[in-house]
């Protein structure tokens, strides 16, 4: 069964990927300002050209957030929307960086600018 290639990460892929990045280097991924909690959610990514790229949350903190998604996103201002059953949040974030990982997924991470009302 071919699978889309911009369709949402799995949460299987979202462990996948996190694994990969602890196999090499047991420390955390990343130095952080601010403590991250484990969040593994659907959301949306807008683009400041106007696409919208399914993602899966990694972490969040109060300062920023983490992100897995299909194909490449350029770091820059971009929207991210999750949706709870009663909700719907949505935020600006400046997307630091973005890279590449396994099985043509990308992971990157940026910090809340502002809140939109969703």
């Not at 369709?7 to 991924?29: C, G, N, Y």
């Not at 403590?35 to 109060?62: C, K, Q």
């Not at 998604?69 to 949706?83: D, H, Q, W």
Request: with cysteine; aromatic share 8%; hydrophobic share 35%.
């Amino acid at each position: 069964m071919a699978t889309d290639a911009w369709s949402r990460p799995t949460l299987d892929e979202l462990k996948e990927v996190l694994a990969s990045f602890r196999t090499v280097d047991e420390k955390p991924i990343h130095n952080r300002c601010a403590e991250r909690l484990e969040l593994s959610v659907p959301a949306d990514v807008f683009t400041s050209r106007g696409n919208i790229v399914p993602a899966m949350t990694r972490d969040i903190s109060r300062l920023g957030i983490g992100l897995l998604f299909k194909g490449s996103i350029s770091p820059g201002e971009i929207t991210v929307t999750m949706a709870s059953d009663t909700r719907e949040y949505k935020y600006r974030v400046l997307l630091h960086w973005s890279q590449p990982t396994t099985n043509g997924m990308w992971i990157g991470g940026g910090e809340f600018i502002g809140k939109l009302k969703g």
